[in-house]
């Protein structure tokens, strides 16, 4: 198990109003999706900003083949496991299939996140005029949403596949439209993944909320990684937009600081990585 040490640096917490002053002031966000109280004490160590219970724990812990098989009770459990491991770093926790449905369903499932699994934010996918509407809801409750546009995981039927959004002028301008849309409601952040870095760039230039990209080239405001993808631990081939960060360090504390580090300094991602 492991245990902190007394002299480990402290940190000021991350909070909600922070993420849109780094936003102010050109400061990347760091983060990384995290599932139990171990991983979580390597995140706060590292110095990420914020810590992703996401609901990819379907597949890089649980082994499905999509997301859609995460419950509300496993997503509550995670998080409480690695809100232990959390003091400075924020945490954001992902509402799964079908619990944002309506907004009492959403406000049922975020008390429950937020209550016993110690979210500060929780996160929900689509831009569509319902799901604006619950995130409205959600945020006149005080409940700080995270939005998450282009490839939204858990719409993987419709989509036909896990595959790169917005690509053509139509469907850039429908993800542009529903950027500005999700800000509207109230999201005080926003993940894009999967899309091409020059929309990417255009949205953050456009909203005042941050960005938060996977796959979506070096412009956005933030970048997350599964934190199973860029320790080699997933099985199979990584996707092109992540990167072993394990590769030649000796740590996984190593591994989550050299990937602050690269964000921060806006090497990650590079060349290698966007295009993917
Ligand atoms: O579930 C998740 O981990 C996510 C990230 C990949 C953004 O939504």
């Known amino acids: 198990m492991y245990v902190e040490s007394a002299d480990a640096p402290k940190r000021k917490p991350v909070t909600v109003p922070k993420l849109r002053a780094m936003k102010g002031r050109g400061e990347k966000i760091v983060v990384l999706t ?142 542009l439209d529903q950027a500005r849309a999700v800000e509207r409601a109230g999201a005080e952040l926003l993940v894009l993944e999967s899309v091409p870095a020059a929309l990417a760039g255009e949205i953050t230039r456009e909203l005042s909320i941050p960005t938060i990209g996977i796959g979506a080239g070096p412009q956005c405001d933030g970048q997350v990684l599964v934190c199973y993808d860029m320790l080699g631990i997933t099985p199979g081939r990584r996707p092109k937009f992540s990167k072993d960060f394990l590769a030649g360090r000796g740590s996984i504390r190593e591994a989550f600081a050299a990937y602050a580090e690269d964000v921060r300094a806006g090497r990650f991602p590079g060349p290698e990585q966007i295009g993917g």
């Open 34 to 175: 995290c599932y139990d109280a171990s991983f979580a004490a390597h995140v706060e160590a590292a110095g990420v900003d914020v810590a992703l219970v996401g609901d990819s724990l379907g597949m890089v812990v649980q082994g499905n083949s999509s997301t859609l098989p995460v419950t509300l009770d496993q997503m509550v459990y995670h998080a409480s496991l690695v809100a232990r491991g959390l003091s400075a770093t924020l945490q954001i926790v992902d509402l799964p299939f079908m619990q944002f449905r309506d907004a009492a369903t959403a406000l049922a499932a975020a008390a429950r996140l937020m209550a016993e699994g110690r979210a500060a934010m929780v996160k929900l996918e689509g831009g569509a005029e319902w799901t604006c509407e619950v995130i409205a809801a959600l945020v006149a409750h005080d409940v700080p949403v995270c939005a998450h546009l282009g490839l939204t995981p858990q719409s993987v039927h419709k989509m036909g596949g896990y595959r790169m959004q917005g690509k053509s002028d139509a469907a850039a301008s429908r993800l």
